[in-house]
């Protein structure tokens, strides 16, 4: 009785739910079998399960996703901060840790030092042995560095051939250079790339917190200075950061921006020094020397600015100005009617070295007319040996113009006899230091001695430079040196000046000095 209640009452349901009035059936569970309401479960739960195992596998995919940009991010710091050749740390991170080293000496009243090195005689080896083995000496050199610090300080690459060390908590000066001198033991040690033995020595330079500064910018910067003037006065050494390397720090910049516009305000002059035959006073040669008028600090000397104008590359748009001016006048004084062997012009290593050397040299004495028997270009013996197969072709190519070549300040630098016989050098050019002693030191007067007989055997002609006494023209007469220049000989002059002389010689063959 209660089953046929239930379906009448079902039945009842139904037609109510299809009473005319209503807008759509509506469908009941209720009137689905056993079997379809057990398919329709497991349908959603085969859906829903589905979904689970997806969300799972995307928590999983995110959580995998996460790491990686996270390592991802991890290396770009580490990238960031650090040198790709010998993972020590870069720049950025050096000044991060020196800020906070600067703040704990500041709290704890203490002192801190700043090492700036940098590699000697690395080009070299880099140039002749290739990159490859100039990285891996950086990296040994810079695991010697790692070696000999504490965990407290840090070694930093700068870019090149140059490192930066923070000592904290040091003593005082006389702690730092007992460390620089044990550092500088373990990095003169002969280090082993390639089968080969390599040396290399430092130039240090060193400011200490707080009397050299307060911020890691002025305390790099100031080291930075110290190096300059270590590698400046010869190498392999070290200074301490002093006050007045500033200076002549801001001095030198200052002439170097003065130095660019100097050409363009047609500032330079050429100077003319005689090269005379020692026996009859007669002008053989003339010099080229160039004179700076500085607008506000007046006539300057190739010494205090030359060297800057080699550091800052302008030497290279300067020298082509003298080679130029110098053959063009050069060439005024033949017309004329002068008797002159040859104007000798000094040629920088960044003016030979570049590839269109030759062809300005062309350039130059086709512009002028001047025949190329009357230009000598004089070379020093580091210039020449600095890399001998190319110096050797360039060289052959000037002497196939006509151009000849001397040595200058002969037996000052490193060179080879057997290059010296092979290269096609026309005139040797014994050092004013060598020259300065003959008269008191046994030992220059040997070297000049030595200097004049290889000349002569080689078939080359020698030129006595620093010429300043009588008893030092006398000394070279009686050795057979033939030609010589000097103040006692006769004083670099301008042009016209240089002009007058000639004139006065040729009518006297008396030496006239200025």
């Not at 006539?299 to 001016?325: C, D, K, Q, Y």
């Not at 028997?373 to 070379?379: K, Y």
Request: charged content about 25%; glycine content about 6%.
């Amino acid at each position: 009785m209660k089953k046929n209640h239930l379906l009448v009452a079902i039945r009842s349901s139904k037609q109510l739910h299809r009473h005319p009035t209503a807008q759509r059936e509506v469908p009941l569970v209720d009137s689905a079998s056993p079997i379809d309401i057990r398919l329709i479960l497991e349908a959603h739960m085969s859906k829903l399960q589905q979904a689970n195992e997806h969300l799972v596998i995307s928590a999983l995919q995110a959580q995998m996703m996460t790491k990686e940009i996270q390592k991802a991010k991890d290396r770009m710091g580490h990238m960031a901060h650090h040198d790709s050749l010998t993972n020590l740390p870069n720049r950025i991170l050096l000044k991060e840790r020196t800020v906070q080293a600067l703040s704990l000496a500041k709290r704890h009243h203490s002192k801190l030092a700043v090492l700036f090195i940098d590699l000697d005689r690395f080009k070299t080896i880099n140039d002749s042995l290739g990159h490859a083995a100039g990285d891996k000496l950086l990296q040994e050199v810079a695991q010697r560095l790692l070696d000999a610090i504490r965990s407290t300080d840090t070694v930093s690459r700068q870019g090149g051939d140059e490192f930066v060390l923070l000592l904290s908590e040091v003593i005082d000066e006389h702690a730092v250079s007992t460390f620089v001198d044990k550092m500088c033991r373990m990095l003169n040690t002969p280090y082993f790339i390639n089968g080969q033995e390599l040396h290399v020595g430092c130039s240090i330079g060193i400011s200490m917190f707080p009397e050299d500064g307060d911020d890691a910018e002025t305390l790099i910067g100031n080291a930075d200075l110290a190096m300059y003037h270590a590698k400046k006065s010869g190498r392999d050494r070290y200074h301490f950061f002093k006050p007045e390397m500033n200076a002549r720090a801001v001095e030198r910049q200052t002439l170097e921006g003065d130095l660019h516009r100097a050409l363009k305000n047609a500032e330079f002059e050429i100077y003319y020094q005689a090269q005379s035959g020692l026996a009859s006073g007669h002008i053989n040669s003339a010099e080229a020397l160039i004179r700076w008028h500085h607008p506000a600090r007046g006539l300057l000397m190739p010494a205090m600015f030359v060297p800057i104008a080699e550091e800052s590359g302008a030497i290279v748009r300067i020298g082509r100005w003298v080679l130029l001016e110098s053959c063009r006048q050069m060439q005024v004084w033949l017309v004329d009617g002068m008797l002159l062997d040859v104007v000798a012009v000094n040629i920088s290593a960044l003016e030979f070295g570049r590839n269109d050397f030759l062809q300005h040299v062309r350039d130059v004495l086709r512009h002028t007319g001047l025949p190329p028997h009357h230009l000598e270009l004089e070379l020093t013996e580091t210039v020449l040996m600095k890399d001998a197969s190319e110096t050797m072709r360039t060289l052959s190519a000037l002497h196939a113009m006509g151009v000849r070549i001397a040595i200058d300040d002969f037996g000052t630098g490193y060179s080879s006899l057997s290059y010296l016989k092979q290269f096609p050098v026309d005139t040797l050019k014994i050092d004013k230091s060598f020259v300065a002693g003959i008269t008191d030191n046994d030992g220059d007067k040997i070297l000049v001695d030595a200097v004049i007989c290889l000349g002569k055997n080689l078939g080359h002609r020698v030129v006595a430079e620093g010429v300043e006494t009588q008893a030092q023209l006398e000394f070279l007469r009686s050795h057979a040196c033939l030609e010589g220049q000097g103040y006692f000989l006769g004083l670099p002059m301008v042009a016209e000046q240089f002009l007058q002389s000639l004139k006065l010689r040729a009518e006297s063959g008396v030496p006239v000095r200025a």
